[in-house]
């Protein structure tokens, strides 16, 4: 068995024929990280392939046909919710369409910090079933949960924040356009979780391998929250090139 995610904005970028690079670790992109984007920028303006990444680029068979893109992630999603969830229950699922509904609240909210109870109601499960289907359903990679440093976890544990696995997810279960900081967070998770420990932070949005504190947000989001921590840094979303500990969002797609 091999696990092998979607594309990296980097990967992306290759298999379009726009540009290629080489991979960046996450040491180089946090000590570096303006030389690193001052180069890539005089290859292509990564930002006017951001949102087109973000919208349709982490699952390669849009190369296939674009137009017909988000009808196909749809079947997906549904192949999901009735076939594998089933068999990862061993046994019928309850209220798949209710499962559906809670996978376009999450796409369409602001970043979730879930109330297991009020959804629970809502979707007509009661709360162990429904943290059950959610550790099913990280592991399908359709959502991806986000836990608190210092916890161990388990199939019965509330996350912390609750995200779509990838922004493609949130484009095309969301009915209307999907909240712009829950897409800058869920792409920021998504392509550090590959090989990076992420976890809840109560300071800023993640704690990334126990040292790094994170805060995700727009070009003019400041550290007010988190710069009395020593190792705080922001990912923030429409520059083209960082200074200081405020990193371009899009470089943190280069990692893998």
């Known amino acids: 068995m091999y696990d092998m995610p979607g594309l990296s904005f980097r990967e992306y970028l290759q298999v379009t024929g726009i540009y290629e690079s080489r991979i960046y670790s996450l040491e180089e992109v946090l000590s570096n990280h303006e030389e690193i984007a001052l180069e890539i920028n005089r ?3 990564p930002l006017q392939y951001f949102s087109s990444y973000l919208e349709h680029g982490y699952y390669p068979f849009f190369l296939e ?12 999603v549904q192949l999901v919710l009735e076939s594998d969830l089933a068999s990862a229950e061993a046994g019928p699922v309850q ?11 999450i796409a369409e909210s602001a970043p979730f910090t879930p109330n297991i109870t009020k959804l629970a109601e809502r979707s007509g499960l009661d709360r162990n079933t429904l ?3 959610l550790h099913h359903l990280d592991r399908a990679e359709l959502t991806a949960s986000l836990y608190r440093k210092g916890k161990g976890i388990t199939a019965l544990q509330k996350p912390e924040k609750l995200y779509l696995d990838n922004t493609n997810l949130s484009y095309t279960l969301a009915p209307y356009l999907p909240d712009k900081g829950n897409l800058r967070e869920t792409f920021f998770y998504n392509q550090m979780r590959r090989r990076h420990l992420m976890q809840h932070a109560d300071e800023g ?3 990334v391998d126990n040292k790094f504190t994170v805060e995700v947000g727009g070009k ?3 550290a007010s929250q988190v710069k009395h921590l020593a190792d705080h840094y922001i990912a923030a979303d429409d520059i083209e090139v960082g200074v200081g500990r405020q990193i371009p969002l899009w470089l943190f797609g280069f990692l893998y």
């Open 65 to 76: 046909s674009l137009p017909l893109f988000s009808v196909r992630l749809k079947q997906v």
């Open 131 to 133: 943290l059950r289907y």
């Open 43 to 45: 290859g292509i303006k």
């Open 220 to 222: 003019n989001k400041k």
């Open 95 to 105: 209220k798949v369409s209710k499962i559906a509904l809670l996978l376009q609240i």
């Open 205 to 207: 949005d993640f704690i």
